[in-house]
């Protein structure tokens, strides 16, 4: 039976996945975001798209208004005037949980990441634990879902050095042993959209993994195999890594900044089972990869909707 679900901060990279998950299951979905006008794509038969933001509260009445279900999407790479990690993560929570219990909102999907509360020098790490606090006090039927690095069509991570080894001879990796535990952006949106007016799943937080576990410098070599490049990666001591990212981190969109720099000492990787059972099995990074590293933005849209039902039809859910 289809419901009524808001997404707050739906414009993104997971919240496109969520969406389109949605509307194929028969729900009604609300996308509340800064700039909707930005996401016009995304207004097909189904969605609603509405002007909200978290920093100060506007909008948010609106948005979460007769729906059954919210979900929380809005997360931050990185620090920007009034949008920094205590005003998103935290008091952006706070907002929309006052706003959800205004409008007498039963379900509250909560999206935090692995390492949230564990790492106390990371402003980021701090404000997803502090988050997710608020989220169990605040009375709803809530779930938290805490994944590693999510990959897919458009993601931040392996399109970032796709980008950066196309004119350098060289990349340079920073805490190249550090672990993680990619997971494909298709296989967390399933997570968020099974979980939707699931009562069974109320009252817990999920670590979201993929099958197998890298360290950060198997991921580059994976990437830069698929996409044929030869290139010499250099290991970057710690004291050079923090004189970039003390630089970088006035830059537009910064590629590192000092926070981050911290996230990559400590390993992302989920404890005990990787991917919940009750969610499906996980795509492997060694099929998806190559589904759109490699393609033209044409291509990619075919070929990623090919290997999703491929993925699927040999019992991947």
């Known amino acids: 039976m289809g419901r009524n679900v808001c997404i707050i901060g739906g414009s993104g990279f997971v919240g496109r996945a969520i969406i389109q998950d949605a509307i194929r299951q028969g729900h009604q979905v609300t996308v ?150 990619p997971v494909w952006v298709q296989d967390v949106a399933r997570a968020f959209v099974s979980s939707i007016g699931n009562r069974h799943v109320s009252g817990k937080a999920f670590e979201l993994g993929g099958p197998k576990v890298y360290t950060f410098r198997a991921l580059l070599e994976l990437l830069m195999s698929e996409l044929g490049r030869k290139r010499v990666l250099i290991p970057v001591p710690d004291f050079i890594a923090r004189i970039m990212a003390t630089f970088m981190q006035f830059l537009p969109t910064p590629p590192l900044t000092p926070d981050q720099l911290v996230l990559l000492r400590h390993d992302n990787v989920v404890e005990g089972e990787a991917f919940p059972k009750k969610f499906g099995k996980p795509a492997e990074l060694e099929v998806v990869l190559p589904s759109y590293i490699c393609a033209t933005p044409t291509e990619v849209l075919q070929q990623q909707l090919n290997t999703s039902r491929s993925y699927y039809r040999k019992g991947g859910i």
């Not at 509340?32 to 995304?42: Q, S």
């Not at 979460?64 to 999407?73: E, H, P, S």
């Not at 606090?133 to 605040?138: E, H, I, L, M």
């Open 32 to 181: 509340a975001c800064r700039h909707p006008e930005r996401a016009r794509d995304l207004a097909v038969e189904g969605v609603c798209m509405l002007r909200a933001d978290v920093v100060d509260g506007r909008g948010l009445d609106e948005a979460v208004a007769g729906a059954d279900t919210v979900i929380y999407l809005v997360g931050l790479l990185f620090e920007k005037g009034r949008y920094n990690f205590e005003a998103a993560h935290v008091h952006g929570v706070e907002h929309v949980l006052a706003a959800c219990k205004r409008a007498g909102v039963k379900q509250y999907l909560h999206m935090s990441a692995l390492g949230a509360g564990q790492i106390p020098a990371s402003k980021y790490a701090r404000s997803k634990g502090e988050a997710e606090g608020f989220v169990r006090q605040s009375g709803l039927n809530w779930t938290i879902f805490r994944p590693s690095i999510i990959y897919g069509v458009g993601d931040n991570f392996f399109n970032q050095f796709k980008k950066m080894s196309k004119s350098l001879p060289v990349l340079p990796v920073i805490s190249g042993e550090t672990r993680f535990q």
